[in-house]
């Protein structure tokens, strides 16, 4: 294993704790993952990592060689795309973090067309709706939605991800449509039990007052799709994000619910392991999401170029 690999085998180590998953992720077995870090150690002639049956942790001499090889690294992949980015062009690989419904309805339309215009980039984009640690998992650039908490990552703000309240024409006509806030108690309400209140919604009137109403109903789901379904089928109102109901308010099957009230919007941001050294193919990715999620993106086919 050259010095490269060595550096690199390190940092997966302490970045994921374990021999067994860094040996994974490079393409090696364990016990040689094991012999080339022992051999590192061996030629700086110091400890670099404690190890346990809890785990491995870098000692004071390994976590400042870390900080070093870490550096090293991506300067090493800032150089192997110079060429490629004077080209305007990326390679190698991006891995990319973000949720189940916005990962399917909005990245993955944009991934496929950012994919297209750098064929020689290939991409890993996995969908999780739990919290992904980015240095742990090897992720370049996760989507998050929400206010994001203070922390050592880098982020860059990409834009807003409004919602709305809709029902279906069926359910209007059978129900009625309701002309308050307040009116909702009297309707049955599908609660998405992860944004939005849950069972309380907050609007914001015309006049800037703003006023937030109990809901209940038949159905509650932590999945915006189960939502989404139930609503369509006439079963009650719903708060949804507008991308979420786009195709269904273009089809007439959904019909968009006291229009002039607003909902929270969700800040949408890039998120990445570090703040500084930014690797370029995440630093070209990131800009070209900036402009793909402009001005009222939630409105478009996103599998289109934007205007």
Known sequence: ??????????????????????????GLTQPTATKHV??????????LLYRSTRGVTPTEVGALYYDKCKRIAQELEEA??????????????????TSVAFGR???????????????ELNVDLSFDDRYV????QGVDVALR??????????????????????????????HGEPESAEALSQHPCLVYSS???????????????????PVKGPLRSNNLSAVLSACRAGMGLAVLPHYVARVSLAEGVLVPVLPALSLPSQELHAVYPSPKLLPGKVQVFVNWLQQQLGERWWERDLSAPAS
């Not at 294993?1 to 490079?26: N, W």
């Not at 192997?80 to 973090?97: E, M, T, V, Y």
């Not at 640690?133 to 742990?136: C, D, Q, R, S, T």
């Not at 929400?146 to 209007?172: H, I, Q």
């Open 105 to 119: 309805r909005v990245m993955t339309p944009l991934v496929l067309r950012f994919m297209r215009e750098h064929p």
């Open 195 to 213: 944004v939005q209140g849950d069972e309380r919604w907050t609007f914001t009137h015309p006049d800037g007052r703003v006023q937030t109403v």
């Open 133 to 136: 640690n980015l240095v742990e």
């Open 38 to 47: 022992a051999a590192l150690e061996a030629r700086l002639g110091a400890r």
């Open 145 to 174: 939605m929400g206010r994001l908490a203070d922390s050592t990552l880098g982020a860059r703000f990409l834009g807003l991800n409004p919602w709305l309240l809709a029902a279906s024409p069926a359910y209007l006509h059978e």
């Open 80 to 97: 192997d795309n110079l060429a490629l980015l004077l080209q305007s062009r990326i390679g190698g690989q991006l891995r990319i973090s």
């Open 1 to 26: 294993m050259d010095r490269v690999q060595g550096i690199q085998l390190f940092i997966r180590v302490v970045e994921t704790g374990s021999f067994s998953k860094a040996s994974a992720d490079m």
